[in-house]
């Protein structure tokens, strides 16, 4: 292995603190330098430019890293330009250290500067914790620059990845905006043409224009039943095996989350049997996220659910196509409509069976839902890719940051890894 050594930050880096300026020197037509006080508009990776200061008092170089010294403490970014720098940020520029790797290493030891914060009123840091931060580096640069190599072609794969997950649900939004307001023609598979292009193809109605072809329902025309899951108190029926309870967290959008389920005793479940789950059950979060939904696959069945709406639909409604309108643009408008704009209101029973919803015909609803599954499965699968390639990073910034695993044996550690 090579050599590695005990450093303080300030024997490394240069660090330059911030100083805000005078109010009056500040613009938003790009005189001067842009200005950050804090972190608040850091972006993922560099911030973003709104303000800008005619006479800054500190400046940050470009390629320095902006971490943010007053709470929260420890964010970080990084200079993609000159920037005029507030006293809620300090600046740090590598002096005798590669800038890249210094950058990763900043990351992997921010939690040390976090427990140092201090202050009554809120946390902070100041130029001697900053410049005291102790740090193991390797000897040599090039060793240095290996490590940042490895570690910035992952984050490059990365951001390819989280740029194609962005890319595609602005795809699938359009896509959506399309299939509830044109539908798809049965005969040819295809989109209707807008109603620009065929206006005798549409109608209007409650939901605006519609395709000729299709209704408009209330939601509980839809429904056989819809109901509340368990709504008393469940804390002593809790136990480490029964029968799994579905809470708010579980409800993603159109996903049921299986992880950190909770589980009840069988006889209370039982003594409940007339609001288990059943396979094709449309779940719906009534306070925090009201209206975000799921539905119920098959080995759901006879799960319970704690307060949750429960929606069982009639037979020729689909539940997929239902579950993607009610967390489409359209349907998180109608409910917060039907609340009175009030996002933290329970969505009641009363409400939500007022819902408008679109009827097309039955082997409509599937081509919709066909459509969207689609698209959903790419995004899918590029978010599994981007959760290993996070995990692949996670680990190899433990092992090459802490001199753990060789530079030099590599190639063999991320075979290991998979």
Not at 21 to 38: A, M, R
Not at 145 to 172: F, G, M, P, Q
Not at 358 to 373: D, G, T, Y
Request: proline share 3%; glycine share 8%.
């Amino acid at each position: 292995m090579s050599e590695w050594k005990s450093v303080k930050l300030g024997d490394v880096a240069k660090i330059t603190m911030g100083q805000s300026p005078s109010s009056s020197t500040y613009n938003e037509f790009g005189n001067g330098l842009p200005f950050l006080q804090g972190c608040a508009d850091f972006g993922p990776k560099y911030p973003i430019k709104k303000v800008y200061c005619s006479d800054p008092l500190k400046i940050s170089e470009s390629a320095s890293i902006l971490i943010s010294v007053r709470a929260p403490v420890g964010a970080l970014n990084i200079a993609d330009t000159k920037y005029c720098i507030g006293r809620g940020l300090a600046g740090i520029l590598g002096t005798s250290i590669d800038q890249t790797f210094l950058n990763y290493l900043i990351s992997a030891n921010i939690y040390k500067l976090e427990s140092q914060s201090q202050g009554s009123t809120f946390a902070a840091i100041n130029s001697g914790d900053l410049s005291n931060l102790s740090l193991e580096i390797p000897e040599t640069n090039e060793t240095q620059r290996k490590i940042a190599n490895i570690l910035s072609t992952v984050d490059e794969v990365i951001e390819k990845t989280e740029a194609a997950i962005k890319k595609y649900h602005a795809i699938k939004a359009g896509m959506m905006q399309d299939l509830f307001t044109r539908g798809i023609d049965t005969k040819t598979g295809k989109l209707r043409l807008t109603i620009e292009e065929a206006p005798e193809l549409y109608k209007e109605s409650e939901l605006g224009w519609i395709p000729k072809e299709w209704d408009v329902v209330r939601w509980n025309e839809v429904c056989e039943r819809v109901f509340v899951g368990i709504a008393t108190s469940t804390t002593k029926y809790f136990v480490n095996t029964g029968v799994p309870l579905i809470r708010n967290q579980n409800i993603l959008e159109n996903k049921l989350d299986d992880s950190d389920l909770l589980f009840i005793r069988k006889d209370f479940a039982d003594q409940n049997n007339s609001k288990a789950i059943k396979v094709g059950d449309i779940l719906t979060i009534r306070t925090g996220y009201p209206g975000q939904s799921a539905v119920a696959l098959e080995k759901h069945t006879g799960y319970h659910s704690f307060t949750t709406l429960i929606s069982r639909l009639l037979t020729g409604y689909d539940s997929v196509f239902y579950c993607y309108y009610l967390n489409s643009e359209f349907g998180k408008r109608q409910i917060s409509n039907l609340q009175g704009g009030g996002a933290q209101q329970n969505l009641n029973v009363g409400w939500f069976i007022q819902l408008y919803v679109p009827k097309p015909a039955f082997r409509e609803q599937q081509m919709i839902s066909e459509s969207i599954e689609g698209i959903e499965k790419m995004i899918n699968g590029y978010v599994q890719e981007s959760s290993k390639f996070n995990k692949l990073k996670t680990g190899l910034m433990s092992d090459l940051l802490t001199n753990k695993v060789s530079v030099n044996r590599l190639d063999k550690h991320i075979m290991e890894k998979g």
